[in-house]
């Protein structure tokens, strides 16, 4: 089955250091790749995706590239600001194959960030 | 635009008592999807709908869990009787059915019962 392994938080950076949070994933087929972002008390948010191999998911100065000969969809951010802090989903989208699962998403555990001034 | 709305945002209840939770998705999304966040298991899909019909129940954990969606406008997920071990945050979201995947939560309602 789909699954997607986020590395283990929590992060906790200071304001203007480089971000990156790992994300690999296993799936058949070719599925889009997100990140969403979960902030205090409220829901998810959707920051960027990616539909297919070698493209680069952008929003917000966060980046991730889908690198399918890794199976990976890194999330990274050159400076991060205190606003930043929040809790961190990479999930996944199966392909369209018929039946129910088609728009399913897949999250990883989340990784909480915490950005200090 | 509003998002997705649920309420209440907060529900204390004892166990054994029927607890309901309410969606409202975003105007023209045609699908709903139900979800349950806790420390211990992450987000878990419960159900999701398409055009008002329940496509998908696998997540939903046991019978004592319904959910229904009797408009577009509109969706329940009702817990009867309640337990300790359903405590978790829910949150709806809603989609296009043709960008399934681009989902749109809203704040969620925080569940403790005790």
């Not at chain 2, 105007?27 to 806790?38: E, I, K, P």
């Not at chain 2, 709908?49 to 577009?72: C, H, L, Q, T, Y």
Request: glycine residues 8%.
């Amino acid at each position: 089955g789909n699954s997607v392994t986020q590395m283990e938080g929590p992060v906790t950076l200071s304001e203007e250091a480089f971000l990156t949070i790992n994300c690999t994933y296993t799936a058949t087929g070719y599925p889009s790749l997100f990140w969403y972002v979960q902030y205090p008390g409220e829901g998810l948010q959707l920051l960027l995706k990616a539909t297919k191999a070698d493209d680069k998911g952008s929003n917000k100065g966060f980046e991730a590239t889908y690198r399918k000969e890794t199976t990976s969809f890194h999330l990274e951010k050159g400076s991060v600001q205190v606003s930043d802090s929040a809790v961190y989903f990479c999930a996944l989208s199966a392909p369209y194959a018929g039946g129910t699962s088609y728009g399913k998403l897949t999250f990883g555990q989340g990784t909480i960030l915490t950005v200090h001034p | 635009d509003a998002g997705v709305i649920q309420s209440p945002r907060h529900e204390v209840t004892e166990m054994g008592q029927e607890v309901t939770l309410r969606c409202k998705p975003i105007s023209g999304h045609n699908s709903l999807f139900w979800y349950r966040q806790t420390m211990m298991r992450g987000l878990e899909l419960l159900i999701y709908f398409n055009n008002n019909v329940p496509i998908d129940d696998s997540g939903m954990p046991e019978d004592r869990f319904s959910a229904k969606m009797p408009n577009a406008s509109f969706s329940t997920l009702k817990i009867q009787p309640s337990e300790p071990r359903d405590s978790a945050v829910y949150f709806c979201a809603s989609s296009r059915s043709t960008r399934l995947d681009e989902q749109y939560f809203g704040p969620g309602t925080r569940l403790t019962v005790t």
